[in-house]
């Protein structure tokens, strides 16, 4: 039973240009969040979905950023038009009911740089 | 917010030692819950505690709850250099979960 899957694991980007951050959940989960962490920094909340809807994007900066998790297919976090303060590891995570219940699985991460 | 507070940001002990750790969180919670983080990784979960539990063991991890004062501490007994990572705790309410800036740890041999 494969883990959270994250790819690319490491992406560099110039400025201007298009991230796209991929997720594919474990197996059965339906939940799906993303995190952002700086260096020597906790995970900042951005996005909560399920499949086909996002619950809550409150963490999400409101111009750049998006998220969605199809039907089929892997969540994406898409970030247009990159600058260098958006440099971080970005978290997948997911669970198989919502949270209140209990853990989250972790993938490892898409560190993105930005030149 | 929901976001949690650890303290220490940085704590460093010999082998054998037993490592405190704390956490405070800001509102009401379904579960308080505790991750671990080595370098360049992503968190695996540690330890949940519910929010009618007041404490709870796994192994050498004890986690408190104390939900008048909101707040947490997880202590881990007789450390070992692999215990050398980040810990971080996650207040959880409904759909909201959230994360504190943890604690580094370092377990010198």
């Known amino acids: 039973n494969a883990g959270v899957m994250q790819n690319p694991r490491h992406l560099v980007r110039r400025r201007g240009q298009e991230a796209r951050l991929r997720c594919s959940p474990m197996?059965?989960?339906?939940?799906v969040y993303w995190y952002r962490q700086l260096p020597e920094e906790g995970l900042k909340f951005m996005v909560y979905?399920?499949?086909?809807?996002?619950?809550?994007e409150s963490g999400m900066p409101k111009e750049r950023f998006s998220a969605e998790f199809p039907k089929e297919g892997p969540s994406i976090l898409r970030i247009q038009q990159v600058v260098r303060g958006d440099s971080a590891a970005y978290f997948c995570?997911?669970?198989?009911?919502?949270?209140?219940?209990?853990?989250?699985?972790f993938g490892e991460g898409s560190r993105l740089t930005v030149l | 917010s929901q976001q949690g507070e650890e303290d220490p940001q940085a704590l460093s002990i010999q082998e054998g030692e037993n490592a405190t750790m704390n956490c405070s969180y800001k509102?009401?919670?379904?579960?308080l819950q505790w991750y671990r983080q080595n370098s360049g990784r992503g968190l695996v979960h540690l330890i949940l505690?519910?929010?009618?539990?007041r404490e709870k063991h796994s192994g050498r991890l004890r986690v408190t709850l104390d939900t008048s004062k909101k707040s947490s501490s997880l202590l881990i007994t007789a450390s070992r250099a692999a215990d050398t990572a980040s810990y971080f705790c996650?207040?959880?309410?409904?759909?909201?979960?959230?994360f504190g800036a943890g604690t580094r740890l370092t377990v010198k041999p």
């Open positions: 995570a997911s669970s198989p009911t919502g949270a209140g219940t209990g853990e989250l699985f």
């Open positions: 197996k059965g989960h339906s939940h």
């Open positions: 979905l399920q499949k086909e809807n996002i619950i809550d």
């Open positions: 509102t009401s919670i379904n579960n």
């Open positions: 505690i519910r929010s009618n539990e």
């Open positions: 996650a207040s959880q309410l409904n759909n909201d979960m959230r």
